[in-house]
């Protein structure tokens, strides 16, 4: 605590109470005197008074707030003043509090303990403050560390689509896949079965985020391209080679490792098709995921496929094939919830009927192409392109038939 006083006596009477009560006290004779010591040592509390030559109280209390310092000082003027007008003099300059000369001993007790709540709370509030900071502070090192290991997981969900577009001769096979996080829970793929004959499936583990992104992983072990042998779509036949299992087969054989092997509260839909490209036929296993569309050689363009049930929800489900045809120029899409839900700005999906008029519009683009287009036009019927689901497709095209002549 610090007394600044012109007057010596006065000085010594304050500073005998106050040191009666326990305080830790120092003196001044004048304002730049207190400030020196101010400089040196900020006192918790100042006591001053009003009228001194040179710098007066009011002056001193000015430059004391001009301060820099970590905690706050508790500022009482001492004033034989008791107009309004002065005490608004007072209180803009930063004074506290007030008393009235000559000083009564309870009085000041009191108002000095009323400082003394006022700054035991300043001086809380300040090490909540400070404490929240350096939560913050962890929490801001932490997120970004997790940030860091949250976009390694993007590029590794990333690689799991390793190849995004791959020519089989009679068709080409081009694959999308993008999360609404860093990762998701939908995958795309393909793999060769033999000269003739390709997989490809679409695949969406319900739910956001880390825990679904590590069950795409493990799926995308089950339909392994570059391993056959662990591709649970493929048997061995006698010759060394491989086989497709029925898609419905191989769906059955999903849902039993899921219920039976993974403890996990997820399941997923799932779209798979054994493609044969001699033929153009392609059978279909679709389990609860969105039904794939059909677009002709001469622009006409269908959805087809009743739905079926989604994998890891029901021991036993049976799960049913179709067929379809795909003679040469024709294509077929393999797309995400999250292209026929997109939400647009009036907040209607685009269901079907946008998806095939969006691929009337796109039916001279191709490959790729097509399907950077397509996450461009669900960007303009969203109204912005964070959208929020997972967005993959895989589009199979035959080619047409060469030019006569």
Known sequence: ????????????????????????????????AAMRICRATPPDLVLSDWMMPGMTGLEFCREFRAMKRDTYGYFILLTSKSEKDEIAHGLDAGADDFLTKPVNAGELRARIAAGERILRMERELTRQKR???????????LYDSLDSDLLEAKKLQQSLVAERHRDFGAAEVSLLLRSSGHVGGDLVGMYPINKSRIGLYGIDVSGHGVSSALMTARLAGYLSASNPAQNLALSGDAEGGFTPRPPSETMEMLNHLILSEMETEHYFTMLLADVDLASG???????????PAVQRADGGTEVIGAGGLP???????AYDEFETCLRPGDRILISSDGVVECAGRDDALLGDAGLMRILDDLRQTSGMACLESLVWK????????????DVSAALLEFKPFPPIG
Request: with cysteine; proline share 3%; net charge negative.
């Open 131 to 141: 404490l929240v900071e350096s939560t913050l502070a962890e929490l801001r090192t």
């Open 281 to 291: 036929r392609v059978a279909i296993c679709q389990a609860g995921h969105p039904s």
């Open 1 to 32: 605590m610090l007394v600044v006083d012109d007057s010596r006596l006065q000085r010594r009477i304050l500073i005998a109470s106050l040191r009666k009560w326990g305080f830790r006290v120092s003196e001044a004779e004048s304002g730049a």
């Open 378 to 389: 669900l960007a303009e019927f969203a109204g912005t392109d964070s959208f929020a689901d």
């Open 311 to 317: 994998v890891g929800l029901i021991p036993g489900a």
